[in-house]
T-cell receptor
Framework: DQQVKQNSPSLSVQEGRISILNCDYT??????FLWYKKYPAEGPTFLIS?????DKNEDGRFTVFLNKSAKHLSLHIVPSQPGDSAVYFC??????????FGTGTSLTVIP | KAGVTQTPRYLIKTRGQQVTLSCSPI?????VSWYQQTPGQGLQFLFE???????NKGNFPGRFSGRQFSNSRSEMNVSTLELGDSALYLC??????????????FGNGTRLTVT
């Protein structure tokens, strides 16, 4: 039972434009959310997090939005750069270190 | 500060054998978690150790086990290997993880191939 879903397996965006990656979850107990970027042959790299007490968190070009009523979060990358091309995973936890991950979205930024 | 180190990077084993994977967390991190990643799947949680005790466990059979040592280093063992165990095994460490908002920091993984 996939409690965290990333329904878009892939996304292509022109360099300089906005990339929006989406994630849906089913468990209303989830209160902490993470986004990771993964390059081939490397482990996931932490990008940004958000807790359920917030609806937005920014870090440079990366912004995460959380809509608790819709059980939806999104990652915005502005402006997108070719180096952002990677697989992006969202993850959620109901407390502690047991995280549920989505299946990932492969982002390609076209120069 | 050194990152999470996993050894070995690659392993090839035969069905029925057993395997041990090793993980050294970031210095000062006391929580170590293990995840399995297979093609088409997200990361699946195996278990988490904190202060040498298993704190959480995912839905994997008992053939998957682990332990943590007093220096926070962790090992994961898979016995009676099956073809379906072929995967990337990722170790992640964090400061504590009990609701303190600290993210997981991953190693580069061990790629296990079972033939």
């Amino acid at each position: 039972d996939q409690q965290v879903k990333q329904n878009s397996p892939s996304l292509s965006v022109q360099e300089g434009r906005i990339s929006i990656l989406n994630c849906d979850y089913t468990n209303s107990m989830f209160d902490y959310f993470l986004w990771y970027k993964k390059y081939p042959a490397e482990g996931p790299t932490f990008l940004i997090s958000i807790s359920s007490i917030k609806d937005k968190n920014e870090d440079g070009r990366f912004t995460v939005f959380l809509n608790k009523s819709a059980k939806h979060l999104s990652l915005h990358i502005v402006p997108s750069q070719p180096g952002d091309s990677a697989v992006y995973f969202c993850a959620a936890s109901a407390g502690g270190n047991q995280f549920y991950f989505g299946t990932g979205t492969s982002l390609t930024v076209i120069p | 500060k050194a990152g999470v180190t996993q050894t070995p990077r690659y392993l090839i084993k035969t069905r029925g054998q057993q395997v041990t994977l090793s993980c050294s967390p970031i210095s000062g991190h006391r929580s170590v978690s293990w995840y399995q990643q297979t093609p088409g799947q997200g990361l699946q949680f195996l278990f988490e150790y904190f202060s040498e005790t298993q704190r959480n466990k995912g839905n994997f059979p008992g053939r998957f086990s682990g332990r943590q040592f007093s220096n926070s280093r962790s090992e994961m063992n898979v016995s009676t290997l099956e073809l379906g165990d072929s995967a990337l095994y990722l170790c992640a460490s964090s400061l504590d993880g009990q609701g303190d908002g600290s993210p997981l920091h991953f190693g580069n993984g061990t790629r296990l191939t079972v033939t």
